[in-house]
């Protein structure tokens, strides 16, 4: 069964440096999404993205977050000046259609120092 | 606006025993429900959906959950589990007027014990 997947599984990054987390999306979907679940805390959206354009974002993705997908296969968060509480699990989504169930990726986690 | 609320923390459960975990929603709109269960170490897994229709829903290792629009729930349900079953379970919800992003809860840690 195809799958999202996503590098690497764990990043240790010192704070105020960039970090670039990875996905490869499952290849017929054309949503694409990220998640960040901080320790003990719920899974919370950041941003969704369609036709190479960023379709919703929460209060979180601030000017510090930005989603590119570079190439026809993967889909990128980069963080610019990483702070201590940027430590969390992130999450890659995919989905067919909008209104699809997406399909997750085993997640990055993300330690800032 | 929208929410999801799980009413358990944690649910402890002995082995073959059943077990019901909890969400309520609310919505200004009609929403999609889901239910993901998150092993440890592990990303998220889709274990059911409810798009439209039956409000029966069965998803995968024999869970099943109803949407029950006028209490605005939609309840996982297992009639007998296995310890395989320990898992964090997340309800969620998505809507167009969140561009159908998921909206979480904050999760219920299914604990089977023998």
């Known amino acids: 069964e195809p799958e999202v997947t996503q590098t690497p599984s764990h990043q240790v990054t010192q704070m105020g440096q960039e970090v670039i987390l990875r996905c490869v999306p499952i290849?017929?979907?054309?949503?694409f999404y990220w998640y960040r679940q901080i320790l003990g805390q719920k899974v919370e959206f950041l941003v969704s993205?369609?036709?190479?354009?960023?379709?919703?974002k929460s209060e979180i993705f601030d000017d510090q977050f930005s989603v590119e997908r570079p190439d026809g296969s993967n889909f990128t968060l980069k963080i610019r000046s990483t702070k201590l509480e940027d430590s969390a699990m992130y999450f890659c989504?995919?989905?067919?259609?909008?209104?699809?169930?997406?399909?997750f990726g085993d997640g990055t986690r993300l330690s800032i120092l | 606006a929208q929410s999801v609320t799980q009413l358990d923390s944690q649910v402890p459960v002995f082995e073959e025993a059943p077990v019901e975990l909890r969400c309520n929603y609310s919505?200004?709109?009609?929403?999609?429900l889901f239910w993901y269960v998150q092993y440890p170490n592990q990303g998220l897994q889709l274990l059911l959906k409810?798009?439209?229709?039956?409000?029966l829903v069965k998803g995968i290792n024999g869970f099943e959950a109803e949407f029950n629009k006028s209490q605005t729930s939609f309840h996982l349900r297992k009639p007998s589990v296995h310890i395989s079953d320990t898992a964090e379970y997340f309800c969620?919800?998505?809507?167009?007027?969140?561009?159908?992003?998921?909206?979480f809860g904050k999760g219920t840690s299914l604990l089977v014990t023998p």
């Open positions: 919505s200004s709109v009609s929403v999609y």
């Open positions: 989504a995919s989905s067919g259609q909008r209104d699809q169930p997406q399909h």
């Open positions: 290849s017929n979907h054309l949503y």
């Open positions: 409810y798009l439209s229709g039956s409000t």
């Open positions: 969620a919800v998505s809507d167009m007027n969140s561009g159908y992003a998921l909206n």
């Open positions: 993205f369609y036709n190479n354009e960023i379709s919703e």
